[in-house]
């Protein structure tokens, strides 16, 4: 019942981890700001995250600090394989 937002939330740990936000500062209190999380698909053989950044973050960090365009490719590519056969 649950997983999703559990997903939700390592999601968000890890764009904390890899310091994809935007930092916000209102007096003495910071805030972040994370991508926009669209919808989370989880079955049993994959998950996928749709997401949007927010303006003023460049999505090379996703590449250098993620690995996550390479991971998109690769479950593409596994997906589209299975489904020639």
Known sequence: MFEKLKLRGQLIRAFRTAEIYRVIKRGDRTSYQ???IHQIDHQNTYTRYAFSLLNGIDPELLTKKMGI????????????QLKEL
Not at 69 to 80: D, E, G, L, M, P
Request: charged share 35%; proline share 7%; no cysteine.
């Open 34 to 36: 994370f991508p926009k």
């Open 69 to 80: 365009t390479t991971s998109i490719r690769q479950q593409y590519r596994n997906k589209r």
